[in-house]
Every structure is written in C-alpha cells, then in structure tokens.
T-cell receptor, first 113, second 114 residues
Framework: GDSVTQMEGPVTLSEEAFLTINCTYT??????LFWYVQYPGEGLQLLLK?????DKGSNKGFEATYRKETTSFHLEKGSVQVSDSAVYFC????????????FGTGTSLTVIP | DSGVTQTPKHLITATGQRVTLRCSPR?????VYWYQQSLDQGLQFLIQ???????AKGNILERFSAQQFPDLHSELNLSSLELGDSALYFC?????????????FGPGTRLTVT
C-alpha cells in the first residue's frame, strides 16, 4: 500500500543553518505530496505541496521538489530561524487508492539562537 | 486561526463509554476530514466527508463513526472506548472534494480514556 517514510528526529540546528528533512514515498501512479507543519499546541498547517512530478512547492523560504525517479520530496530551507521550531510532517494522497491521506511520523526541529 | 472550530477542547472519560466530537468547518468549505494523532501511531487519517457524503475512508475502527450534517458541521462518534483511543483528534476542512486541495486544521480535541 501507499506509505511515507520520513527522516527520524529530533533535529537541532543553530539559527541560519541549512535544513534538509528527507521524505520518500511509496505509491502507485502520481500522488500529490505535501509538507505540513505543527507548532506547539496547534493543529497542522499546510507548508507547501506539489501535485505532479518535477513540481517545486515553496513557502516561507521552504522548498521541496517532487522527484518521481527517486520517489522523494525532501524539505529544504537555506537559513532556519528560531521561529521555524516545530514538527514537520510529509504526507501524500493518491486518487489511485481512494484519496486517503498518509502521513510520515513527523520530524521535530529545534532551532537554537 | 484556521477558521475551523472543534469542541470540546478536552474530554476525559472512562473505558466502555461513548463520546461525540464536533467540528465546524471554515465558511464555504464542503469537505471535512478527521484525523487521530497519538504517540504510538502517529497521525492517522480516519475519514473524509464531502457535502454530506462519505468520500474517503482511512484507518477508522468499526467502533468509530462519523457524519456530516446539512449545515456541513461534522461529528465523530467514538464508542466502547479503550485506553488506546486516548489521542488528539483533529478535524480539517477544505473547499473541494479532491484531496489535493489545501486542508485547514482545527485546534483538536484531546481525548483521555481512563
């Protein structure tokens, strides 16, 4: 079945460091891919998405490119801030398999000043 | 504030009991999604409704049921509760039926089963 595998955390970085959180997926056809962010005590918020191969999603300095050949959707940011501290979830949905959502386990990011 | 409201914020109940969680979607959104977030299972998609009809089903137990009413609010009913049902339950809404639309999440209902 469909699934998402996400880099284990927690991740701790200094402010202005480069961030990569790896995400790979298993799915038939062409799923839509998402990154969601969850700040402490809050619900999830959509960070970015890509709905077809080679699409790049971007928002608030974060980017991820839908790579069909490597079945990946890695999240990157060139210079993290303390305010980026949160849990990040990679997710997919697939019309081939009933439009269910599949989430990764989440990666906790802490950015220290 | 996402515009999605969930009540109650917290719920504490005993094993074997039944509870109802309520969700009001953002104005104009026709889809409602329910998720369960727990430490051991992570974030699990339960079910989606679109304009009153079930649209997609995930890992929802038979003891759980949901519905979406004509005013588009939704309720998630959990019965014969077990300790393992303790979790944060999120509702999300989106404008369309297709799952690639952006979902807006509510603040969640924390359920504790004792």
């Amino acid at each position: 079945g469909d699934s998402v595998t996400q880099m284990e955390g927690p991740v701790t970085l200094s402010e202005e460091a480069f961030l990569t959180i790896n995400c790979t997926y298993t799915a038939t056809g062409y799923p839509s891919l998402f990154w969601y962010v969850q700040y402490p005590g809050e619900g999830l918020q959509l960070l970015l998405k890509a709905t077809k191969a080679d699409d790049k999603g971007s928002n608030k300095g974060f980017e991820a490119t839908y790579r069909k050949e490597t079945t990946s959707f890695h999240l990157e940011k060139g210079s993290v801030q303390v305010s980026d501290s949160a849990v990040y979830f990679c997710a997919l949905t697939n019309s081939n398999t009933g439009n269910q959502f599949y989430f990764g386990t989440g990666t906790s990011l802490t950015v220290i000043p | 504030d996402s515009g999605v409201t969930q009540t109650p914020k917290h719920l504490i109940t005993a094993t074997g009991q039944r509870v109802t969680l309520r969700c009001s979607p953002r104005s104009g959104d026709l889809s409602v999604y329910w998720y369960q977030q727990s430490l051991d299972q992570g974030l699990q998609f339960l079910i989606q409704y679109y304009n009153g009809e079930e649209r997609a089903k995930g890992n929802i137990l038979e003891r759980f049921s949901a519905q979406q009413f004509p005013d588009l609010h939704s309720e998630l009913n959990l019965s014969s509760l077990e300790l393992g049902d303790s979790a944060l339950y999120f509702c999300a809404s989106s404008v369309g039926a297709v799952s690639s639309y952006e979902q807006y999440f509510g603040p969640g209902t924390r359920l504790t089963v004792t």
